[in-house]
């Protein structure tokens, strides 16, 4: 045998036993309830898996904005870049008769 070979192997060894431990966790779930051998053994899971609110169903999120406001604090923001933006420009424009003090 092919070292390759046992390596798949292992691998659908492991595969099988994961899926058959989780079909054991979701029976209680699917089924009202359980035999009484499955209790019995006392290993076995015997309560449901409880679902979070949003696998039930159980939540609803809307969000609105408010477009006038939005629109509002956009144009402030604009106007405050554009009077920073003119400030620099006059600032870097040379006076004429200004004394260079470099």
Request: aromatic share 8%; glycine share 6%; with cysteine.
């Amino acid at each position: 045998m092919s070292n390759w070979f046992k390596l798949f192997k292992w691998k659908l060894i492991t595969i099988i036993g994961l899926v058959v431990v989780a079909c054991v966790y979701v029976v209680p779930s699917l089924y009202s309830t359980v035999p009484d051998w499955w209790k019995s053994l006392g290993i076995l899971p015997t309560e449901k898996i409880l679902l979070g609110l949003d696998l039930q169903g159980g939540m609803h999120l809307v969000l609105e904005v408010q477009t006038r406001k939005a629109v509002e604090s956009r144009i402030e923001r604009t106007a405050e870049d554009l009077r920073a933006a003119l400030i620099a420009e006059l600032d870097a424009i040379p006076l004429p008769g200004a004394v260079d003090t470099a």
